[in-house]
């Protein structure tokens, strides 16, 4: 009975051991797709545009993406004032989609260029939609 029992402990043991090691492979996996699909598309730079504005000419918008998975971004209402204002923080990307931490919006990712969705997270649509568009400065 004794045996029995210590086989029946080495047996769940090493289950579960191969489980761990099953679900770190799929947790570098997941990782490695992740880098690679920003490699694919050379996501990491920086990106320009001029946004549309209700009240101004214009908003100039900079910004720029790191490897270690931060940002800076500026912008300026042209028209309006001089002031310049700037955000920075950590960024990641869930399937095609850009997101920047304290910024209520995001990015669809396209080749060179980010499209800013509207605040439900949708693409924006009409006569404006191509003007929400940052192109990759290279």
Request: hydrophobic fraction near 40%; aromatic fraction near 8%; include cysteine.
């Amino acid at each position: 009975m004794q045996k029995l029992s210590y086989i029946l402990i080495v047996v769940i043991g090493l289950i579960f051991a191969i489980s761990c090691i099953n679900n770190k492979t799929n947790v570098n996996q997941l990782l490695a797709s992740e880098d690679n699909a920003l490699k694919g598309i050379g996501l990491l730079g920086t990106y320009e545009g001029n946004l549309p504005c209700a009240d101004c000419t214009m908003i100039s918008t900079l910004l720029s993406l790191d490897k270690n998975k931060n940002y800076h971004l500026r912008y300026v209402y042209v028209g309006k004032s001089e002031e310049v204002f700037e955000r920075t923080g950590k960024w990641k990307v869930d399937k095609d989609i850009l997101s920047l931490e304290n910024v209520d919006y995001n990015y669809k990712i396209l080749d060179n260029q980010l499209n800013q969705l509207d605040l439900s997270g949708k693409e924006i649509k009409g006569d404006l939609a191509e003007k929400y568009t940052l192109m990759k400065i290279k």
